[in-house]
């Protein structure tokens, strides 16, 4: 198995946008509700590959795109040393083949070289990646209830992780 881990341009947009739509389909806790809005999931990552704030990362298996993270650096002046995590996705057909973990490993990787000593992210308390990242040494700050609607109704929690590079 080929996985391939690189920064993603305006190109991917399409494919990215797909993948949201999978997540949010399937019930990934994204920001949005499902079904996903015509043209929301391709204005979203227009934007996103086009900040210089946020380096969007493309996870490739065996050539195709299947997921992705955002690493966001775009800090006020007095956290220049502190990034997030934001959109960890894998499309629900290639999960469980150590896409999302690759992902988090450079997206931490690239934090460090450029002088990030902080990272943190949330993720929902129902369906998250919680496990992923207790085990890649993300440490929980706690939990915040009925944080966002789930993609098909109803409230979920977030908890709040960060983790020393």
Do not use: C
């Not at 999960?95 to 000593?117: F, K, N, S």
């Amino acid at each position: 198995m080929n996985i391939n881990i690189r920064p993603l341009d305006a190109a991917a947009v399409p494919r990215l946008a797909e993948i949201l739509r999978e997540t949010v389909a399937a019930g990934g806790s994204v920001h949005f509700m499902d079904p996903v809005p015509a043209g929301g999931a391709e204005a979203y990552w227009s934007a996103a590959v086009a900040d210089p704030g946020r380096i969007v990362l493309g996870a490739f298996l065996e050539g195709k795109l299947q997921g992705t993270v955002t690493l966001w650096l775009d800090a006020p002046p007095n956290q220049p040393f502190r990034g997030e995590i934001w959109k960890l996705m894998v499309a629900p057909s290639a999960r469980g083949r150590g896409l999302a973990r690759a992902l988090m490993l450079e997206a931490e990787r690239m934090a460090a070289e450029r002088g990030r000593t902080l990272l943190n992210l949330d993720t929902a308390v129902e369906g998250g990646a919680s496990e992923l990242y207790e085990s890649l040494g993300w440490t929980r700050a706690g939990v915040i209830p009925d944080y966002a609607y789930k993609p098909h109704g109803g409230l979920v929690g977030t908890a709040i992780y960060w983790k020393k590079l």
